[in-house]
């Protein structure tokens, strides 16, 4: 399913392109049309998929992916996955997102629930973060098993539960995994994966500051990572995956060195790939840097060493 948008002739009032662009008549064009899938568009046959209502009100929903049944024969971790798109674009159920998370719970051998939260500007910032959080405790309902979802009650191991996203997607993961600490639910949140963080130090900032009308500033902590808040990231391990192309890698960077020096008590890895841009492991998942990323990715989960031929910054 596709959602059309007419052409507006109009005069534009904010231009963020290749995101999307503000008419002075209030109509928002995007760059890119948001394109949603069925839950059994190109699946594997090892894998099984379907789509769960998360709450009613606010509309916030997920797209589950599991391991074939007859290949079960414990539990499995579980992976919630965050879609990128600058806040404004994409869906979990976008054909590029239904590839690439089907692709780590098969690698992975996980339950994976991928995230489909309120896109800005219609739903300001921090409607994204949000219903991400409403998202995630829906998860840790199932940790005692009564929870609403039968794939994550019996299969589900709440002692291995993982955070993973891109972009803006990673950049929601991170505030939420800064936030768990607050509830301590009943669930371990055993790492952290974030793939080419959006965070303060860009030319992107400005497009964050007009999504969240009511922000911080320059010190606003969700965009700009603060140490005491990073000190208090509730997971064990972390893993930053960079680009060597990508605008947002300074920032990243940045993000991990003050994560290494801030009295967080974890553990902490990035890797950099070069010659490569932003996202490139979605836009071409067969690349050799693409494999490369997804077998750290597996590893980190897992928590296996890593073979490959693949020379990468760590």
């Known amino acids: 399913m596709m959602e059309f948008v007419k052409l507006n002739d109009g005069e534009i009032a904010h231009d963020f392109s290749p995101f999307f662009k503000v008419y002075k008549d209030g109509y928002i064009e995007r760059c890119v049309p948001i394109i949603k899938v069925p839950p059994s568009h190109e699946l594997p046959s090892s894998l099984r998929s379907k789509d769960v209502l998360i709450t009613t009100e606010p509309p916030i929903s997920a797209r589950i992916f599991m391991p074939q049944m007859a290949k079960l024969n414990s539990k499995l971790p579980v992976l919630i996955y965050i879609h990128g798109g600058g806040f404004a674009l994409r869906s979990p159920f976008d054909p590029i997102y239904q590839k690439y998370v089907a692709s780590i719970a098969t690698e992975a051998n996980v339950i994976a629930v991928s995230i489909e939260y309120r896109l800005a500007p219609e739903h300001p910032i921090p409607t994204g973060y949000e219903d991400s959080w409403t998202s995630l405790q829906w998860v840790a309902s199932h940790a005692n098993g009564h929870g609403a979802e039968p794939w994550l009650n019996i299969y589900g191991d709440f002692s291995r539960v993982f955070l993973a996203g891109d972009s803006a997607g990673a950049n929601i993961a991170y505030n939420l995994a800064v936030r768990i600490r607050s509830v301590q639910p009943k669930m371990r949140l055993a790492g952290m994966i974030l793939m080419h963080p959006f965070f303060m130090g860009s030319k992107l900032d400005r497009m964050w500051f007009y999504l969240c009308p009511r922000n911080g500033g320059l010190k606003d902590a969700r965009f700009k990572p603060a140490s005491e808040d990073m000190a208090r990231t509730g ?27 801030c009295g967080w008590e974890g553990n902490a890895d990035m890797v950099e790939h070069d010659g490569v841009g932003h ?36």
């Open 235 to 261: 997971c064990e391990r972390v893993l930053v995956f960079l680009a060597g192309r990508d605008k947002l890698k300074d920032a990243g960077r940045s993000f991990y060195e003050e994560l290494n020096k």
């Open 279 to 314: 996202v490139f492991h979605l836009l071409k998942p067969r690349c050799e840097q693409a494999l490369d990323m997804m077998k750290r990715l597996v590893s980190f989960i897992n928590q296996e060493p890593v073979i490959t031929s693949w020379r990468s910054k760590i």
